[in-house]
């Protein structure tokens, strides 16, 4: 599958090398394709919403099912500049885990998932809604991780804010996005220093022909039910990366 070979080696060289020095984007980006990326995002949203109509229906009388608790989850999160804005999930933990449990990021196995959640993550369903938030120009198809608010890491020490990870003024020069390098092949559990390179390669490479070569992972990715692996979704062939890195 060369096509797939082409975005594993190219993240495989930015997990493993030097974060870049250069932090600007792309002039050929912002001139030429950030119009044209808007106009595929808002078609594509459009179309997505009219078409997953039934399976919003279906997955709502789900969770009202199970616990009789609210169908969506609403939380403020990082948007382009900085921004936040309110990202829209259906509930895949149980009612006010954010209260009763604190803003902790999820872990394997976490008991704060319901039957019906842990099926939505490991589909990625559960962040559907979120095609409203690309309608509105808020999000893209692809870009970074629309990422909790000082969200509280499993895997790293002291609780430093977003802001003082390196990179993190990089990854919000553009839209956050509903996949991405980072979503497609970092271990979910990574901390947010090497997310946050993963985001920074995005953001300089980024293009529409890479934006599709994303898309389409994040659908074998979600027919496999693989969204909830630890490890990274997708595997390189091994070597790949140090011969490009040396």
């Known amino acids: 599958m060369p096509v797939f070979r082409t975005v594993i080696g190219e993240a495989g060289f930015i997990a493993t090398s030097r974060p870049a020095v250069a932090q600007r984007l792309p002039r050929r980006w912002m001139v030429e394709e950030y119009a044209l990326k ?14 997953s109509a039934p ?3 279906a997955i709502a009388c789900a969770i009202k099912l199970e616990d009789g608790g609210p169908v969506f989850y609403r939380q403020h999160r990082w948007g382009r500049n900085k ?10 933990m149980v009612v006010d885990a954010d209260r009763k449990f604190g803003a902790v990021q999820a872990g394997e196995n976490d008991p704060r998932f319901t039957r019906i959640g842990r099926l939505l993550r490991s589909t990625s369903l ?7 938030n690309i ?12 990422l909790p608010m000082n969200e509280k890491q499993l895997n790293e020490d ?3 804010p977003d802001d003082a990870i390196r990179g993190f003024d990089l990854r919000c020069a553009v839209r956050p996005g509903l996949t991405g390098i980072a979503q497609v092949f970092a ?16 953001s300089r490479r980024q293009s529409l022909w890479l934006d599709l ?17 630890r490890s990274a979704k997708v595997h390189r062939r091994p070597g790949r990366a140090s011969r490009r890195s040396s």
């Open 38 to 51: 808007r106009v595929v995002d808002f078609t594509l949203a459009s179309g997505a919403l009219l078409v």
């Open 55 to 57: 399976a919003w229906l």
């Open 83 to 92: 921004r936040p804005f309110v990202v829209y999930k259906f509930r895949s």
């Open 126 to 132: 559960d962040e559907l809604p979120q095609l409203l």
């Open 135 to 146: 309608w509105r120009g808020e999000m893209s198809w692809v870009g970074p991780r629309a």
């Open 158 to 160: 002291g609780a430093l």
């Open 187 to 202: 271990p979910r559990d990574v901390p947010r220093h090497r997310k946050f390179r993963y985001d920074g390669f995005y």
């Open 213 to 229: 070569k994303l898309i389409s992972l994040s659908v074998w990715i979600s027919l496999r039910l693989k969204w909830e692996d």
